[in-house]
C-alpha cells in the first residue's frame, strides 16, 4: 500500500510554455503533499507544502506565481510550472503522507524531469 | 532552521564490503526516514525511524533522538546498492520534512 504515482515521468518543451506535473496517492488519502526540486548531484529542496482545500505554503524564495499548487482533492496535487524557461529545467519529485499525518512516513512518486529548451 | 548533515559525501565499496553511513541533525526531531534514490532518481523507503533500531535485510538503521544522530548500516553491499542516500527530518514545529546533504555509494564489483 501506500502508492503516489507522478505524471509525466518526462517533458521536453520550448521556453515560455507552462507544464502541469499531477501528483496522485493511489491507495490512501493525502490532506498534505509535498513538492520537492532537485539539481543535478545537489539534495532534494522543498518547494512547498501543498493542503487539500487550502492554499500552498511555500518557501522562502520560491515564486508563487512561477509555481502554481493545486490540492483541489484528498487524492491529487498538482504543480504548474507556468511560462516555463531554461532555468526552470530540473527534477520535481511529490511525497504524501498518509491523512496528513507526519508521524507517518512519507510516500514519494516517481519525479518529473522536465527540460526546457 | 534545522541543518541535517550527512557523511561520508562520497563512499566506494568493494562489493561484499559493510559499511556505515551517519545523520546528523542540529535540533530535536519528531521523525526520521532513510531513503535509497536510485540511478533513475527513484527514492525508495528504507526506514521510517525516530528512534531505536530496525533491521531489513542486509540494511538496518538506528536513531539516537536525544544524541542527535542516524546511522544506516550496510552489509555484504551488492552493486545494485549504488545511488545516493538520503536522510530526511520532520520537525512538529516547522509541519515540513528537511533533506539532508546526501551519500553518494559506489559499489564495485
Known amino acids: 500500500g501506500a502508492v503516489v504515482s507522478q505524471h509525466p515521468s518526462w517533458v521536453i518543451c520550448k521556453s515560455g510554455t507552462s507544464v502541469k506535473i499531477e501528483c496522485r496517492s493511489l491507495?490512501?488519502?493525502?490532506?498534505?503533499m509535498f513538492w520537492y526540486r532537485q539539481f543535478p548531484k545537489q539534495s532534494l529542496m522543498l518547494m512547498a507544502t501543498s493542503n487539500e482545500g487550502s492554499k500552498a505554503t511555500y518557501e522562502q524564495g520560491v515564486e508563487k506565481d512561477k509555481f502554481l499548487i493545486n490540492h483541489a482533492s484528498l487524492t491529487l496535487s498538482t504543480l504548474t510550472v507556468t511560462s516555463a524557461h531554461p532555468e526552470d529545467s530540473s527534477f520535481y519529485i511529490c511525497?504524501?503522507?498518509?491523512?496528513?499525518?507526519?508521524?507517518?512516513?512519507?510516500?514519494f512518486g516517481d519525479g518529473t524531469r522536465l527540460s526546457i529548451l | 532552521g534545522i541543518q541535517v548533515e550527512q557523511s561520508p559525501p562520497d563512499l566506494i565499496l568493494q562489493e561484499g564490503a559493510n559499511s556505515t553511513l551517519r545523520c546528523n541533525f542540529s535540533?530535536?526531531?519528531?521523525?526520521l526516514q532513510w531513503f535509497h534514490q536510485n540511478p533513475w532518481g527513484q527514492l525508495i523507503n528504507l526506514f521510517y525511524i525516530p528512534s531505536g533500531t530496525k533491521q531489513n535485510g542486509r540494511l538496518s538503521a538506528t536513531t539516537v533522538a536525544t544524541e542527535r544522530y542516524s546511522l544506516l548500516y550496510i552489509s555484504s553491499s551488492q552493486t545494485t546498492d549504488s545511488g545516493v542516500y538520503f536522510c530526511?527530518?520532520?520537525?512538529?514545529?516547522?509541519?515540513?520534512?528537511?533533506f539532508g546533504t546526501g551519500t553518494r555509494l559506489k559499489v564495485l564489483a
Open positions: 530526511a527530518v520532520y520537525t512538529s514545529g516547522t509541519y515540513k520534512y528537511i
Open positions: 491507495d490512501f488519502q493525502a490532506t498534505t
Open positions: 511525497s504524501a503522507t498518509r491523512g496528513g499525518n507526519f508521524n507517518q512516513p512519507q510516500h
Open positions: 535540533d530535536s526531531v519528531n521523525n
